[in-house]
């Protein structure tokens, strides 16, 4: 503070680095990563380019891609037909604004999302990232209650466990054990939590199963705007399935009561569960969805929150007359270019037999692991396979040794999990999972 900026001769770094060491060195200086210290920073490894299931490190080796970059990366890396719809988008144009303009791969990408979500969301309002479709979605929830008269319906109320992202409307949802709700009092409005559903996809779902989240919505029922929850996978927050019957539930819950539904569906969407959203499990449909990640073959950041005609009537109905929201890059057509080529190549592809191949070989993969000591569980989903350990795994000393084990996977507190790109191979999953159980059993 009060200091000044000190003048740099010859303008900044060089845009490609000698070696890996200066690269390191800048970016422990100056760089700060996710969910990281700055002064006492893990190991970070650099890339120096990705194709297929692979990351090639700047030092020559070469990781199978277990995380497929936080689960949007579902066709692999450099595949060309994303590649060519980005080099085409580019020549016509890279950027413009949304208000008051529109444009092709925009309007495309909207009637698609409507087409392949369950009937009747109608409505999509494009946004920049998963969290920032969470705040939409919340802002509709509670916009929709002005609209229809309901000014005192400015709750949420969700799912222990959940996760639902890192912007402050977003974090509000999220586990306040695991989100640490503590450190942000003050900012963070308070909103009900009923405990998470029973573990299990395959359980079946009886009335005491549901009784907690019945009482908070009898007991709450006039303040509550929405409830928001993952679809059937409890991503980020616990690597948690959950029974579609549960879903089912709520769904006639949130009807008999008159509550909005929101399906925070970013991780669950485009296929990863096994169904292309987690919803179709339950075949059920919200009234408000968000979908991201994924949408983009995961490669440019976009998002969006689809809702039905009469979320958007209520909405349009409040005082305001309009949502109000809108990003600086709405919409980007770049953006829309490549999710509109994602989505082609997904519905025109095999993906429903290739997330159950999955299923299968990680679970055969990883099954070994239930023998270890240090291991609690071990569990699959669609292109999800988890091994849950004991105690919090040490990530100085797992992470490099995955590395070492010539694969890519980051483990957070108690879980060691895998969701591939959808087009991974059988050897290649064998390969993953192999390194998975080795790492837990050398380190737990
Ligand atoms: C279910 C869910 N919602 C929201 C988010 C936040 O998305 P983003 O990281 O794009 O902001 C995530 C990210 O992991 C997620 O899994």
Redesign the pocket.
């Known amino acids: 503070m009060g200091q000044r900026l000190r003048q740099r001769p010859g303008g900044g770094a060089p845009a490609r680095y000698a070696d890996a060491g200066e690269l390191l060195a800048d970016d422990r200086a100056h760089v700060w990563h996710p969910y990281a210290s700055a002064t006492d920073p893990l190991p970070v490894f650099p890339v120096a380019s990705a194709s297929g299931v692979r990351l090639r490190l700047a030092d020559g080796r070469e990781l199978i891609d277990g995380m497929s970059s936080?689960?949007a990366a579902i066709h692999g890396y450099a595949h060309p037909v994303l590649d060519a719809a980005v080099r085409a988008q580019l020549d016509d144009m890279a950027h413009v604004m949304f208000g008051g303009l529109t444009h092709a791969p925009a309007v495309t990408l909207a009637r698609t999302l409507v087409e392949i979500t369950p009937p009747p969301l109608t409505r999509v309002f494009f946004c920049d990232?998963?969290?920032?479709s969470?705040e939409v979605a919340i802002k509709m929830a509670l916009q929709y209650a002005r609209g229809r008269g309901r000014p005192g319906r400015t709750k949420l109320l969700t799912i222990r466990r959940g996760?639902?992202?890192?912007?402050s409307g977003?974090m509000a949802v999220c586990d306040p054990d695991t989100g640490m709700h503590h450190l942000f009092t003050g900012l963070l409005p308070r909103h009900l939590f009923a405990e998470a559903p029973r573990p299990g996809f395959d359980e079946p779902c009886e009335d005491e199963h549901v009784a907690g989240i019945a009482r908070l919505l009898d007991e709450h029922q006039h303040e509550i705007a929405a409830v928001i929850c993952?679809p059937v996978v409890q991503?980020?927050g616990a690597m948690r399935f959950y029974a579609p019957g549960w879903l089912a539930r709520l769904r006639e819950l949130c009807d008999t009561h008159g509550i909005l539904l929101i399906a925070?569906e970013?991780?669950t969407g485009f296929g990863r569960s096994g169904e292309l959203f987690g919803c179709d499990h339950a075949g059920i449909s919200p009234d408000i969805m968000?979908v991201?990640?994924a949408m983009t073959g995961g490669y440019l950041?976009m998002?969006a929150t689809l809702c039905t005609d009469e979320v958007a009537a209520g909405v349009c109905a409040s005082e305001a007359g309009v949502f109000m929201h809108g990003p600086t890059f709405m919409g980007n057509p770049l953006a829309a270019a490549v999710a509109n080529a994602s989505i082609g190549l997904l519905l025109s592809g095999p993906w429903r037999r290739q997330v159950g191949d999955l299923r299968i070989w990680l679970a055969e993969g990883l099954a070994p692991a239930r023998a270890l000591p240090g291991v609690a569980d071990v569990r699959t989903l669609g292109a999800i396979g988890v091994i849950e350990t004991r105690e919090p795994v040490d990530m100085r000393v797992i992470q490099p040794l995955l590395v070492e084990l010539g694969v890519w996977v980051r483990p957070f507190g108690r879980l060691v999990y895998a969701m591939p790109p959808y087009v991974m191979t059988r050897p290649d999953v064998a390969a993953l999972t192999a390194a998975m159980v080795e790492a837990v059993a050398r380190t737990t």
């Open positions: 936080w689960w990232s998963g969290s920032v969470v996760y639902h992202g890192d912007t977003a993952e991503g980020a925070d970013i991780a968000c991201g990640k950041t998002a």
